[in-house]
């Protein structure tokens, strides 16, 4: 199993940037893929951005390419997501994940969860 935990959620305003962590521990090197989601009270859960723990290649939805930035620090068991030109549409609890298997882009392919951290963006 591995633990997560998300830090650096706040509130910004439109426009402004955030960068949030994701500290890794337990059997972390079993895992290749690790993930961002995000969820508002009346959505489901979606996919933002994935990283390939090993080779740092990147997958990213289309809603947040070109302004976020997924990247991870390996001594440091530790992912990041940089969040630029932030709209109110990105106000969610976001969530990172590691992967157990399939693709990076679906929600049943992790079975490891944080616990989230509110990120806000006011108009």
């Known amino acids: 199993q591995v633990q997560l935990v998300e830090s650096g959620g706040g509130v910004v305003q439109a426009g402004g940037s955030l960068r949030l962590s994701c500290a890794a521990s337990?059997?972390?090197?079993?895992?290749?893929?690790m993930g961002w989601f995000r969820q508002t009270p009346n959505k489901e859960r979606e996919f933002v951005a994935a990283?390939?723990?090993?080779?740092?290649?990147?997958y990213y939805a289309d809603s947040v390419k070109g302004r976020f930035t997924i990247a991870r620090v390996t001594a440091l068991n530790t992912m990041y997501l940089r969040m630029d030109s932030l709209k109110s549409d990105d106000t969610a609890v976001y969530y990172c994940?590691?992967?157990?298997?399939?693709?990076?882009?679906?929600?049943?392919?992790?079975?490891?969860w944080g616990q989230g951290t509110q990120v806000t963006v006011s108009s």
């Open positions: 994940a590691a992967l157990r298997s399939g693709s990076v882009y679906d929600i049943a392919s992790y079975d490891s």
């Open positions: 337990g059997r972390t090197f079993s895992r290749n893929f």
């Open positions: 990283i390939l723990w090993s080779g740092g290649n990147t």
